[in-house]
């Protein structure tokens, strides 16, 4: 299907620097999220979203002793390219997003993780989600926290 989704609950440092073949995009539930991600460091707070690109090197782990609890999903990048009828894949500059629209978008794959979801749920899924990628392409943040 080229679309995996998890839940991962954290308390320290959760993994060293990595790279995915896929885009990692999704929303931290509780806690503060850490994470370096192009040069700097990173804080997602509850209900904000998180966008990283594919190859893209990034460690992480929980901001406070409380941990860290986010869902995500690993969206392979041609699930993009086909619904984007050849253009370019959207490059969001900041990897912590704060758009409940994007939130909620996210929430309808990654809120039903034991249901299987369906051809058509995907493929109207990856089409939402292209939207909001190319509304945030280029544009900074107005929220996301860097140190």
């Given at each position: 299907?080229?679309?995996?989704?998890?839940?991962?609950?954290?308390?320290?440092?959760?993994?060293?620097?990595?790279?995915?073949?896929?885009?990692?995009?999704?929303?931290?539930?509780?806690?503060?999220?850490?994470?370096?991600?192009?040069?700097?460091?990173?804080?997602?707070?509850?209900?904000?979203?998180?966008?990283?690109?594919?190859?893209?090197?990034?460690?992480?782990?929980?901001g406070t002793e409380d941990g860290l609890r986010y869902?995500?999903?690993?969206?392979?990048?041609?699930?993009?390219?086909?619904?984007?009828?050849?253009?370019?894949?959207?490059?969001?500059?900041?990897?912590?997003?704060?758009?409940?629209?994007?939130?909620?978008?996210?929430?309808?794959?990654?809120?039903?993780?034991?249901?299987?979801?369906?051809?058509?749920?995907?493929?109207?899924?990856?089409?939402?989600?292209?939207?909001?990628?190319?509304?945030?392409?280029?544009?900074?943040?107005?929220?996301?926290?860097?140190?």
């Amino acid at each position: 299907m080229g679309l995996e989704r998890i839940e991962a609950r954290f308390h320290g440092n959760a993994f060293e620097p990595h790279r995915h073949d896929t885009y990692a995009i999704g929303v931290t539930l509780q806690g503060v999220q850490r994470f370096h991600y192009r040069g700097a460091l990173q804080h997602s707070l509850p209900g904000q979203a998180i966008v990283l690109h594919p190859d893209e090197l990034h460690d992480g782990g929980a901001g406070t002793e409380d941990g860290l609890r986010y869902r995500i999903l690993y969206l392979e990048p041609s699930l993009l390219l086909d619904c984007l009828g050849g253009e370019a894949l959207p490059f969001v500059r900041d990897a912590v997003v704060t758009d409940p629209a994007l939130r909620d978008t996210l929430f309808s794959a990654l809120a039903p993780l034991d249901e299987e979801l369906g051809d058509l749920f995907v493929a109207d899924f990856v089409a939402q989600l292209a939207q909001h990628l190319r509304r945030h392409a280029g544009k900074p943040a107005k929220s996301a926290s860097k140190t």
